[in-house]
Each structure stands twice: as C-alpha cells, then as structure tokens.
C-alpha cells in the first residue's frame, strides 16, 4: 500500500480517525503536564579503618570492604532495610546499587561504591529520604561490627565520594516523548483504520450479489 492508500483508509473511516486523534491528545495532554520530579544522588565509598601511618584511602581496597558494601546494600534492599528507613522518617521510594565494572549477566563487583538515589515529588522529599536512608546505613554498618566484636577504632566506615542531597529536577527528553507518542498515535490510527477497510472489502465480497 502506498501513503495515499493509507490517507484514504483514514478519511473513509471517520470515526476510528476521531477516535485515534482524540487518544493521540489525552496523550500528549499527559506528558505536556506531567508534574515535576526531583531527585537526590549520592554515592558512598567504603573505606578500610583508620591507619597510624599515613596512606591514601582511596588507593587501594580490601576485599573485605567491597563485602561491607555488597551486604549493605542487599540489606538496605530488603524488606528490612527499607522497613527501618521508613521507621526512621524515610517517606519516599530509594534507590541502592553497588559498583558494577561488568554487566547483568556477567557482573563484576570488585569496588566498594554504593549509589543511593531517591525520587519524588518535591525537593524535600527527595532530600529528607535521602538523609534518612543514609543515617541507617551508619547505624547498621555501626551495629553489625559492633556484634561481632571490632573494636571501635578498626571499624569500617564511608564517606560520601560524589553527588549531593541537594535534589534537582529530573527534567528527561519531554520532547522525544512528544515525538514517541505523536508516533504511536499516528501509526495506530493508521493501523485501525486500514484493518476496518479490510474488513468492510470482506463483508462486500462475502455478500450475495
């Protein structure tokens, strides 16, 4: 079929034509209005206890640190993590993953980096989420040494290493989605009204004469 094929498919067929434009709108409507999301980021590196002798932190790490990072964050992603953050003031949804060099079906986790994100509505949220998912992070990094048995100065800690809680807008491609949705609309309007000529030509064949 050619182009002028499909343009007379759409003008015999009013109604799936209105039908696809005015899906097409509430659409567009949607995405022109969509609200604001805010996002605050940060990424935390585990680092070895503190040294009499003077050494970088950042120049080398223990497998025993890249461990600390990898159990943190499977715990903060639990059920249990995110239900102590939510005890702790936490309102919003977050976001933890651990360094990965590799990809998902050969991950490579050999750096102690967790990145913790949250999303949400406000700037506020965004930040207060945030703050709390890292004041539980402390404390159960804190606790879980202390139960089993370091001393208090060869405890693991971390530092925040980049990002901030300063939540910024999450401003996205808004002008691909129109295009996206523009597309789609068009090709399924097209769509529609091709098969309904389709199925009028056949109910014409299939009649007496």
Same mark, same amino acid.
């Given at each position: 079929?050619?182009?002028?094929?499909? +343009?007379?498919?759409?003008?015999?067929?009013?109604?799936?034509?209105?039908?696809?434009?005015?899906?097409?709108?509430?659409?567009?409507?949607?995405?022109?209005?969509?609200?604001?999301?805010?996002?605050?980021?940060?990424?935390?590196?585990?680092?070895?206890?503190?040294?009499?002798?003077?050494?970088?932190?950042?120049?080398?790490?223990?497998?025993? @640190?890249?461990?600390?990072?990898?159990?943190?964050?499977?715990?903060?992603?639990?059920?249990?993590?995110?239900?102590?953050?939510?005890?702790?003031?936490?309102?919003?949804?977050?976001?933890?993953?651990?360094?990965?060099?590799?990809?998902?079906?050969?991950?490579?986790?050999?750096?102690?980096?967790?990145?913790?994100?949250?999303?949400?509505?406000?700037?506020?949220?965004?930040? +207060?989420?945030?703050?709390?998912?890292?004041?539980?992070?402390?404390?159960?990094?804190?606790?879980?040494?202390?139960?089993?048995?370091?001393?208090?100065?060869?405890?693991?800690?971390?530092?925040?290493?980049?990002?901030?809680?300063?939540?910024?807008?999450?401003? +996205?491609?808004?002008?691909?989605?129109? @295009?996206?949705?523009?597309?789609?609309? +068009?090709?399924?309007?097209?769509?529609?009204?091709?098969?309904?000529?389709?199925?009028?030509?056949?109910?014409?064949?299939?009649?007496?004469?």
């Amino acid at each position: 079929m050619a182009i002028r094929d499909f +343009g007379a498919a759409l003008r015999r067929h009013p109604l799936v034509t209105a039908v696809a434009v005015v899906l097409t709108a509430l659409a567009v409507l949607r995405v022109q209005t969509a609200p604001m999301r805010y996002e605050a980021r940060t990424v935390v590196t585990f680092l070895s206890p503190q040294s009499p002798f003077p050494r970088n932190s950042f120049a080398s790490f223990t497998p025993s @640190l890249v461990t600390m990072a990898e159990v943190s964050s499977r715990w903060l992603d639990s059920s249990a993590g995110r239900r102590a953050v939510r005890s702790a003031g936490g309102t919003e949804a977050f976001q933890v993953l651990l360094a990965n060099r590799g990809n998902q079906e050969q991950p490579i986790h050999d750096q102690p980096y967790l990145t913790l994100s949250v999303t949400a509505g406000t700037p506020a949220k965004a930040r +207060g989420t945030l703050l709390k998912v890292l004041a539980v992070l402390r404390e159960r990094l804190r606790r879980q040494q202390a139960v089993q048995g370091a001393r208090p100065g060869s405890y693991i800690s971390w530092q925040v290493a980049a990002g901030s809680d300063r939540a910024v807008p999450v401003l +996205g491609r808004p002008s691909r989605a129109l @295009l996206a949705v523009l597309l789609i609309g +068009g090709i399924g309007g097209t769509y529609a009204a091709v098969t309904a000529d389709r199925r009028r030509n056949r109910k014409s064949a299939a009649a007496p004469a």
